[in-house]
Every structure is written in C-alpha cells, then in structure tokens.
C-alpha cells in the first residue's frame, strides 16, 4: 500500500519543540495585547435573534408563578369530584400555538 494521496508523501506528524506551542498561544491571546488584538480593533459582543428571544423568554417566565393556586385547586376539586374532563382538541391547540411562537428551525427539513 503506498503512503502517497494526490502524490503527497505521508508523514508522521511533528511535536513542536517545548515551549513553542505556548509561546504561539500567548501571541494569539487578545489578552497579551499582542499583533491579534489590535488587528481585530475594539472588542465587540453580538447577540444573535435567538439569544435575544431566549432571554425575552426568560424574563417573562421569571414573571410568571410557578404555581397557579387558583387552578391547583379548580383542578384537584375536579379531580376528586370525578369532574375532571380531557379535551385532546384543545391539547393539540395549545400544542400548536406553542410551536407557532418558536422560532423556525433551518436545521430542519420537513
């Protein structure tokens, strides 16, 4: 079998010398205030729609009380009462109200 792909020789990688990997991370870093730093200019943050949705989403829930008392009641009332009804239709409509609010997944290919 040859070592050879598109006529290039293959070759064990090589092991930098001591030292050498750090010393190139270190000229990298934006926090050695090296060559990369001032190339790439002032430091920047940028939030994606996503990012912005989920935290507008977050705080809305932090709004909201884990716990309705007024439905954990109305709900064990019916309960016990025998009362209690399951409504798949409106399951599958809040279902798919929910969905609406998410935002579109390019990942997917339905």
Known sequence: MSGKISG???SPP???AKGAG???AAAASPASGGAT???????SVQITDTASYLVTAEQA???VPVINPGRLAQVSDALSGGT???SPERIAN?????????PDDPT???
């Open 8 to 10: 290039i020789p293959s």
């Open 37 to 43: 730093a001032a190339a790439r200019g002032a430091d």
């Open 14 to 16: 090589t092991t930098p």
């Open 108 to 110: 997917d290919t339905e």
């Open 61 to 63: 829930l932090n709004d």
């Open 22 to 24: 750090q010393a190139a």
């Open 94 to 102: 809040q279902l798919l109200q929910f969905e609406q609010l998410l």
């Open 84 to 86: 209690y009804r399951i």
